[in-house]
Nanobody
Framework: QVQLVESGGGQVQTGGSLRLSCAGS????????MAWFRQAPGKEREFVGS????????YYRDSVQGRFAISRDNAKNTAYLQMSVLRNEDTAVYYC?????????????????????WGQGTQVTVSS
C-alpha cells in the first residue's frame, strides 16, 4: 500500500535552514501531486506548499513564499521541503501528503481533504 515517510526534522535556530524529505513507496510516485502541510500545537493543519507531478511547478502559502522551496526526484520517489530563514512561527509538525488529482495550486490543492495519503509527520522546532 501507499506509504509516505518524512525525515529531516529537528531543532534549528531562528534564521537557520532545514531540509525535509518525504519518501514514497507502494505507489507510482510520479503520478501524484505532492504537498507539505504543518500543524502547530493548538492550531489546525495548514497548507505549506505543493508540487506538480513532473516537478516543474510549485505553489506556496504566502508566509513561506521565498523562504521555502519544494522539489522532487521522481527517480528516487522522494519529495523535499527546503526551509530557509526559519522563524519561530514555523515551529510545527510537518506532514507530506499525496493525491492523484492533477491540481497542484489554488484553494483546491491547499485543502487537506484533497489528499488521500499522509506521512506520520516530523517535528520542526525553531528557537531563538
Amino acid at each position: 500500500q501507499v506509504q509516505l515517510v518524512e525525515s529531516g526534522g529537528g531543532q534549528v535556530q531562528t534564521g537557520g535552514s532545514l531540509r525535509l524529505s518525504c519518501a514514497g513507496s507502494g505507489m507510482a510516485f510520479s503520478r501524484y501531486v505532492m504537498a507539505w502541510f504543518r500543524q502547530a500545537p493548538g492550531k489546525e493543519r495548514e497548507f505549506v506548499g505543493s508540487i506538480n507531478r513532473s516537478g516543474d511547478n510549485t505553489y506556496y502559502r504566502d508566509s513561506v513564499q521565498g523562504r521555502f522551496a519544494i522539489s522532487r526526484d521522481n527517480a528516487k520517489n522522494t519529495a523535499y521541503l527546503q526551509m530557509s530563514v526559519l522563524r519561530n512561527e514555523d515551529t510545527a509538525v510537518y506532514y507530506c501528503a499525496a493525491t492523484t488529482s492533477p491540481y497542484y495550486s489554488g484553494t483546491y490543492a491547499a485543502s487537506p481533504t484533497r489528499y488521500g495519503y499522509w506521512g506520520q509527520g516530523t517535528q520542526v522546532t525553531v528557537s531563538s
